[in-house]
């Protein structure tokens, strides 16, 4: 029942605990809005001192990944009781790195081509809405073979971004998932494809903590395991975009 791929939301830490305050579906939406809000802000502000200062892209684009990532492990691996500071650094460093490959993407990749980044947040809402009412009315659940499927995949496609980061230091890169060829748009595809279905695994788990009684403090962590997913997937639809359009 609690199985799932997303490292932000480890089953085992959703049991229930004598005595503590429950888990409710509100108060996991009230925090995700808030660190949603907390990564908004922020890109905003990166993207804006982008616009002023396009040398400082690259700076923000490295330093918000490579942070956010940080983070991410630091909190997986530490399980804090009281997880919202760091979880809301993780919104704000995370946001620097959206607010510049937006910009990236729109001002440098597509040469000034305005409208790509407001297609990406549309696009990203509309799927979030989409998985959630087919999750609502149970026409996708996250059986096991489903959650084995969607983790297997979407392992594989952070296995060829980790291969393709270490050969970027290298000089080169692996060819064509960059693309805005065939192979290049269906590497995106599919990529967009298995960050929407992992909401499926995120909204399940979510649900299963609530009616088994999860403590309070599960409560940040599963938004924060929808923030994690919902960026992932925002920054595969800027990607399938900006090869649409290109």
């Known amino acids: ?14 049991a229930p605990i004598m005595g503590a305050e429950r888990m409710t579906i509100n108060g996991t939406i009230n925090k995700t809005l808030t660190l949603i809000g907390m990564v908004f802000i922020s890109a905003l502000l990166a993207f804006s001192i982008c616009l002023t200062n396009p040398e400082t892209a690259v700076i923000m684009l490295i330093g918000g990944s490579l942070g956010g990532f940080v983070l ?11 997880p919202q500071v760091l979880m809301s650094m993780y919104a704000l460093i995370e946001g620097l790195f959206v607010g510049s490959m937006s910009y990236v993407v729109e001002k440098e990749y597509l040469g000034g081509t305005d409208g790509v980044v407001v297609q990406a947040l549309v696009a990203t809402m509309g799927v979030f809405i989409l998985m959630l009412t087919l999750y609502r009315y149970k026409i996708i659940q996250p059986t096991e073979k489903f959650v084995l499927a969607v983790v297997s995949i979407a392992g594989a496609i952070m296995l060829v971004y980790l291969v393709n980061m ?9 060819p064509f998932i960059h693309s805005s060829g065939p192979i290049g748009i269906a590497f995106s595809i599919v990529a967009t494809g298995m960050a929407s279905l992992f909401l499926i695994i995120d909204f399940g788990v979510i649900e299963n903590g ?11 962590y599963g938004a924060f395991g929808l923030v994690v997913t919902l960026i992932w997937l925002y920054i595969e639809m800027l990607r399938l975009i900006a090869k649409l359009r290109d």
Do not use: C, D, Y
């Open 1 to 14: 029942m609690f199985r799932s791929g997303n490292p932000a939301l480890r089953a085992n830490h959703f």
């Open 72 to 82: 991410l492990l630091v909190i997986m691996f530490t399980r804090p009781q009281q």
């Open 166 to 174: 270490l050969l970027l230091f290298m000089g080169t890169s692996i």
């Open 210 to 220: 609530v009616k088994n009684g999860a403590p309070k403090s599960m409560e940040w």
